[in-house]
């Protein structure tokens, strides 16, 4: 059975009403619908939110992924720390954006220190030195406590520093944790770990950027970064740069013929997985069935890539490579005719292309032992589906704004950062929503950001 995309379509947002937390279905509320107008995903706070949770979330993803090259002393360790340290640029420049300069300095020197603690733990860990590993861990416990008690300063309480120390040792114990399994060949264990712990920072995103929006409401249009339409945005930005990230590292272990080759591989799957049964809860056992068929394909085609530079085998890279060419192509198409050309083929195509070029120019370049260029590759994938995010979930709001209305009273509750993520909105039905939306125009609407 062939399902009727363009008319199970129309449905989408009703059903995404029903599925976000806090969102009301106004059927028979006309309200004010110049207000309904004016919901956005693009407004100052929901960026402070973007640009926090890009910044956090890749931290976890590079660090996770730094430890392993230190323990398995891989040549491209100093690159992959490289990146890393690349990323504390971006978030002390994020920080020094509102708070200023000696701040953005003291917030670098700690959140350095915090990383080379962890350096500290691989090191001992690599020379089987129980007291350096212990010695790392007592310092990661200081840096918590005394990093709680700089965001409670900076933000005027509105972080408590006791809730901060908490949700900073989910953070420490996470990344320990991917580290520890990967060392002992706990593979499965690892890579939950690794997903675990970059859904955690969106949580943290999502409360530092409540408490610098509440703290200085006016400069930042006194617009709400937790609202449904920020909601979305983030939720959508976390899938799709989770399903890069997961790409590029598979690749990797793929290309090295490494032993966790499968397990970063089956992360992945658990990805299509959730997209799978996202769609199927939304359209049926029948269009998850669909989705899941061509979703597959497509990430097989890069595995192709991958096997066949292996084995040297150009042909089989050509016929990978226009495999991709092809899927593109009738995706696109897809698309076009799913949202009554809404989404034009040609600039979906293109959208499609970058993400392309991206995977498979992080991996030649990976195999090529240009490493430098790997993780500007890795770094740009990453980030360009936060574009695709924005334009994903504005493209959701625009069609009917009324579902996404901001319902938050305007004053916030003081929070911190501890517990995992699942009080951030992407769990249970939220899950589902996003990531069947995800699978139907991922890659696709970055080209909206490209434009304009």
Same mark, same amino acid.
């Given at each position: 059975m062939t399902v009727n995309w363009k008319k199970t379509f129309v449905a989408l947002p009703l059903s995404a009403a029903l599925l976000v937390p806090g969102t009301t279905v106004f059927a028979d509320d006309h309200g004010d619908h110049?207000?309904?107008?004016?919901?956005?995903?693009?407004?100052?706070?929901?960026?402070?939110?973007?640009?926090?949770?890009?910044?956090?979330?890749?931290?976890?993803?590079?660090?996770?992924?730094? +430890?392993q090259k230190g323990i398995d002393g891989a040549e491209d360790f100093d690159q992959a720390a490289a990146a890393l340290e690349m990323n504390t640029g971006d978030?002390?420049? &994020?920080?020094?954006?509102?708070?200023?300069?000696?701040?953005?300095? *003291?917030? /670098?020197?700690?959140?350095?220190?915090?990383?080379?603690y962890f350096v500290d733990y691989v090191n001992a860990t690599a020379e089987e030195d129980e007291a350096g590993r212990e010695e790392a861990l007592n310092n990661l416990d200081n840096y918590r406590e005394d990093f709680s008690a700089f965001l409670e300063?900076?933000?005027?309480?509105?972080?408590? &520093?006791?809730?901060?120390?908490?949700?900073?040792?989910?953070h420490v114990d996470q990344l320990v @944790?991917?580290?520890?399994?990967?060392?002992?060949? #706990?593979f499965d264990?690892?890579?939950?770990? !690794?997903? #675990?712990?970059?859904?955690?920072?969106?949580?943290? =995103?999502?409360?530092?950027?409540?408490a610098i929006t509440t703290q200085f409401p006016e400069d930042f249009d006194n617009t709400n970064p937790a609202a449904p339409a920020a909601d979305l945005r983030a939720d959508l930005n976390h899938l799709l740069s989770e399903h890069a990230a997961l790409?590029? !590292?598979? +690749? *990797?272990?793929? @290309?090295? =013929?490494?032993?966790?080759?499968?397990?970063?591989?089956?992360?992945?799957?658990?990805?299509? /997985?959730?997209?799978?049964?996202?769609?199927?809860?939304?359209?049926?056992?029948?269009? =998850?069935?669909?989705?899941? +068929?061509?979703?597959s394909e497509h990430i097989g085609y890069f595995v192709d890539y991958v096997e066949a530079t292996g084995a040297e085998d150009e042909e089989a890279k050509d016929e990978a490579l226009a495999n991709l060419d092809d899927y593109r192509a009738d995706f696109s198409e897809f698309l076009d005719t799913a949202t009554d050309g809404g989404l034009?083929?040609?600039?979906?195509? /293109?959208? !499609?292309?970058?993400?392309?070029? *991206?995977?498979?120019? &992080?991996?030649?370049?990976?195999?090529? =032992?240009?490493?430098?260029?790997?993780?500007?590759?890795v770094r740009e994938a990453y980030a360009h589906l936060y574009g695709v995010g924005e334009g994903l979930s504005g493209a959701i709001v625009d069609q009917n704004p009324e579902e996404f209305a901001d319902q938050t009273p305007s004053e916030m509750p003081k929070t911190g950062m501890g517990g995992?993520?699942?009080?951030?909105?992407?769990?249970?039905?939220?899950?589902?929503?996003?990531?069947?939306?995800?699978?139907?125009?991922?890659?696709v609407i970055g080209v909206r950001r490209k434009e304009s």
């Open positions: 110049e207000k309904m107008k004016n919901v956005s995903v693009s407004t100052p706070a929901a960026d402070l939110r973007a640009t926090l949770d890009q910044a956090l979330s890749e931290h976890a993803y590079l660090a996770v992924v730094t +430890m978030l002390t420049e &994020a920080i020094t954006s509102v708070y200023g300069e000696e701040a953005g300095a *003291q917030f /670098e020197e700690m959140w350095s220190q915090h990383i080379g300063t900076a933000t005027e309480g509105n972080l408590e &520093a006791s809730e901060l120390a908490e949700g900073l040792q989910l @944790g991917a580290f520890d399994n990967y060392e002992e060949g #706990s264990e690892a890579y939950e770990q !690794l997903r #675990s712990s970059i859904d955690h920072m969106y949580g943290v =995103g999502e409360r530092l950027s409540t790409a590029t !590292l598979a +690749m *990797q272990k793929g @290309g090295d =013929g490494a032993e966790d080759f499968e397990n970063a591989a089956g992360a992945l799957e658990a990805n299509t /997985e959730d997209l799978t049964a996202a769609i199927a809860s939304v359209y049926g056992e029948d269009a =998850g069935e669909e989705f899941k +068929m061509m979703w034009e083929a040609e600039q979906t195509a /293109e959208g !499609l292309q970058m993400h392309v070029n *991206q995977l498979t120019g &992080a991996f030649d370049s990976y195999v090529e =032992g240009d490493y430098e260029t790997t993780y500007e590759q995992a993520s699942d009080q951030s909105g992407l769990n249970g039905w939220m899950i589902a929503f996003t990531s069947m939306a995800a699978a139907l125009f991922a890659l």
